[in-house]
Structure formats: structure tokens, C-alpha cells
């Protein structure tokens, strides 16, 4: 039972690339989120999702775009990078009512 | 619009003191309230509150929800070095989980 799992850790883009972050769980949970965490910022939600085939805007969500085209996956893509998106993203995931469990964290940095 | 605020933004004390970190939130359709602790990577969850007045408990820590006024408050007593970390407070509606920014509590020997 691996929880919630990020991929890549680590990844620096230069301005104009595009990348996919995925996020694997395997606790069965309907709901899953995709945060940025900036120094001073707390955790701001990008977009998240209640079920297989939904997503949902959050309160920082231009610049990105999501899927969750399976349950236990739900993959964050940034189209062109640009050096805002330098942050340290994270993914949660939760039954209804329950605690949200996160990954590990993916640093991203833009150049 | 929803919204989680913090306070302090940041919180030095000395082993031993004791710390209390203040939560207020506005989220429509409120459900619960959630504390977490983030040390170098994740956040790991500590508490969830959804009822007012009853005291959660884990050891030297505790929390607190008033859902009339809107706020929360953890306390941690006899603060030890280990409790160094950012405490995130979150807002949980239907389906949205909205996070404060943080309150970095250093705690020094």
C-alpha cells in the first residue's frame, strides 16, 4: 500500500516546455487535489476532482490543465512553463469526510 | 470567496512554552476543519474538527473548534524541538479542501 504517489521528484523545465506531473493513488479515493506551495503562500489549490471523469478549478488554476481519466490517477500538465510556476507542487487524495493524505512533493523549477 | 486565515504568520519560543495557533475561516458550505503539521515534505494530518466546543487531544497537542465565531485554535504545551514545523489549518467543504498559509513555529533548546 504505496498511498499517494508523485512523479517526477524533481524537475527543472526551461521557459515554454511542457511537462506532466502524475499523481497515483491506490486507497480508492474519490477526491483528489493538486496544491502549489510557495515560501509565505501556504498550499493553494490549482484543481482538484470528485470523481473518475471530473475536475474542478481551484483558486490558482490559469496556466494549467488536469485529467483524471482513471480512479487512482490524476495528472497536472503545464502547456508552456513560465518561471511563476516555479514551486513546489503537491497531491492529496480523500474519501468523503475523511483527512486528505498527501504526496511527497514534486519540485519544479522553471529557467 | 473562500478563505482560511492564520495567525501568527510565524512563532519563536523556547522548549517548554506553551504556543497556541489561531485558524479563522470563511468556506461556504462548511463541513469540517483540519489541522496539519509539515516538517520538511508532506503534510501529515493531525486533527479534524467538525463539531463545536469539543476539545480533540493528542498528547501535548489539542484543538478546538468554534463553528458561530469561525475559528479554530491549536495548542501545544511544553513545546519540544520536534514540534518545529509549519502548521497548515484547512477549510473542507463538499468538495474542496482551502488551506491557510501557515504558521512557522520555531522551537529552540
Known amino acids: 500500500n504505496a498511498g499517494v504517489t508523485q512523479t517526477p521528484k524533481f524537475r527543472v523545465l526551461k521557459t515554454g516546455q511542457s511537462m506532466t506531473l502524475l499523481c497515483a493513488q491506490d486507497?480508492?479515493?474519490?477526491?483528489m487535489y493538486w496544491y502549489r506551495q510557495d515560501p509565505g503562500m501556504g498550499l493553494r489549490l490549482i484543481h482538484y476532482s470528485v470523481g473518475e471523469g471530473t475536475t474542478a478549478k481551484g483558486e490558482v488554476p490559469d496556466g494549467y490543465n488536469v485529467s483524471r481519466l482513471k480512479k487512482q490517477n490524476f495528472l497536472l500538465g503545464l502547456e508552456s512553463a513560465a518561471p511563476s510556476q516555479t514551486s513546489v507542487y503537491f497531491c492529496?487524495?480523500?474519501?468523503?469526510?475523511?483527512?486528505?493524505?498527501f504526496g511527497q512533493g514534486t519540485r519544479l523549477t522553471v529557467v | 470567496e473562500d478563505k482560511v486565515v492564520q495567525s501568527p504568520l510565524s512563532l519563536v519560543v523556547h522548549e517548554g512554552d506553551t504556543v497556541t495557533l489561531n485558524c479563522s475561516y470563511e468556506v461556504t458550505n462548511f463541513r469540517s476543519l483540519l489541522w496539519y503539521k509539515q516538517e520538511k515534505k508532506a503534510p501529515t494530518f493531525l486533527f479534524m474538527l467538525?463539531?463545536?466546543?469539543i476539545e480533540k487531544k493528542s498528547g501535548r497537542l489539542s484543538s478546538i473548534l468554534d463553528k458561530k465565531e469561525l475559528f479554530s485554535i491549536l495548542n501545544i504545551t511544553a513545546t519540544q524541538t520536534g514540534d518545529s514545523a509549519i502548521y497548515l489549518c484547512a477549510g473542507r467543504n463538499t468538495d474542496k479542501l482551502i488551506f491557510g498559509t501557515g504558521t512557522r513555529l520555531q522551537v529552540f533548546p
Open positions: 486507497m480508492n479515493h474519490e477526491y
Open positions: 492529496a487524495s480523500r474519501f468523503q469526510g475523511d483527512e486528505a493524505f
Open positions: 467538525t463539531s463545536s466546543g
